[in-house]
T-cell receptor, first 113, second 119 residues
Framework: KQEVTQIPAALSVPEGENLVLNCSFT??????LQWFRQDPGKGLTSLLL?????REQTSGRLNASLDKSSGRSTLYIAASQPGDSATYLC????????????FGTGTRLQVTL | DVKVTQSSRYLVKRTGEKVFLECVQD?????MFWYRQDPGLGLRLIYF???????EKGDIPEGYSVSREKKERFSLILESASTNQTSMYLC??????????????????FGPGTRLTVL
């Protein structure tokens, strides 16, 4: 059974810092990996999707990498801003119908002024 | 932009009531999902559907059923609500077919969530 772990569980950084969020998974036979952002009490916003054949994806200040063989992904946030404060969730899409996602429990990020 | 909407943001029900949670997506997605999110447990898949009238159990289907009569709409039903079903319920949809892993296939998009309280 796939297990997804995110470290650290919480992170506080000053504005302007570059930061890395980590995600690890136990079964490397995946179809894709997706990073989400969740604001308190809200739904999830998709940030980046990496298909299994890709090694990274970029969107603005965000860059996500995937290393299937080692079971790891990282989300890099450049020049962090207070508006980046949220919980970031990593989810791994398994093989099979509809590529069901298995979620990590998230990293809660606070960017301070 | 993909739009996934859920019928209610907040819902309060009594133990034993039958509860319907509705989800609608406007992007002609094949796949639709229902999750619940609880502190410390993360998101867990309840049921999903990969086509009209087709459904499969997720990790925690007990106490729930689903209905998908039209492609755009996926309903979650609590036959007899219990206090342990108090939770945040999230619906998602994705475009894709089994085995396809290119482009934006199988990228999941979420609705705003329904906070359900069962008293």
């Amino acid at each position: 059974k796939q297990e997804v772990t995110q470290i650290p569980a919480a992170l506080s950084v000053p504005e302007g810092e570059n930061l890395v969020l980590n995600c690890s998974f136990t079964d490397s036979a995946i179809y894709n990996l997706q990073w989400f952002r969740q604001d308190p009490g809200k739904g999830l916003t998709s940030l980046l999707l990496i298909q299994s054949s890709q090694r990274e994806q970029t969107s603005g200040r965000l860059n996500a990498s995937l290393d299937k063989s080692s079971g790891r992904s990282t989300l890099y946030i450049a020049a962090s801003q207070p508006g980046d404060s949220a919980t970031y969730l990593c989810a791994v899409g398994g093989r099979g119908t509809a590529s069901k996602l298995t979620f990590g429990t998230g990293t809660r990020l606070q960017v301070t002024l | 932009d993909v739009k996934v909407t859920q019928s209610s943001r907040y819902l309060v029900k009594r133990t034993g009531e039958k509860v319907f949670l509705e989800c609608v997506q406007d992007m002609d997605h094949e796949n639709m999902f229902w999750y619940r999110q609880d502190p410390g447990l993360g998101l867990r898949l309840i049921y999903f559907s990969y086509d009209v009238k087709m459904k499969e159990k997720g990790d925690i289907p007990e106490g729930y059923s689903v209905s998908r009569e039209k492609k755009e709409r996926f309903s979650l039903i609590l036959e007899s609500a219990s206090t342990n079903q108090t939770s945040m319920y999230l619906c998602a949809s994705s475009y894709g077919l089994a085995g396809i892993s290119v482009g934006s296939y199988n990228e999941q998009f979420f609705g705003p969530g329904t906070r359900l309280t069962v008293l």
